[in-house]
């Protein structure tokens, strides 16, 4: 499993979240959660070693007036 991608990770931790989202024990609920939080927390890590930990932002347009 060495070989991860960051698609892989996202998709795997949403895929969790249902799965946690449809269980009907407590226990495979908390496990599902776990697993969604790993998956999760390994796609932000992925990102950041790639130097995009957050997706990029627009820059904020602003209106000049003319002044008189």
Known sequence: MSDLSINY???????????????TCTEATLAH???ARRYADKA????RAEGSAKP????????RTARD
């Open 33 to 35: 959660r776990q697993m």
């Open 56 to 63: 990029a932002r627009r820059p904020i347009l602003s209106l």
């Open 9 to 23: 990770c996202e998709q795997r931790a949403r895929d969790e979240d249902r799965a946690a989202a449809r269980a």
């Open 44 to 47: 932000r890590k992925m990102r």
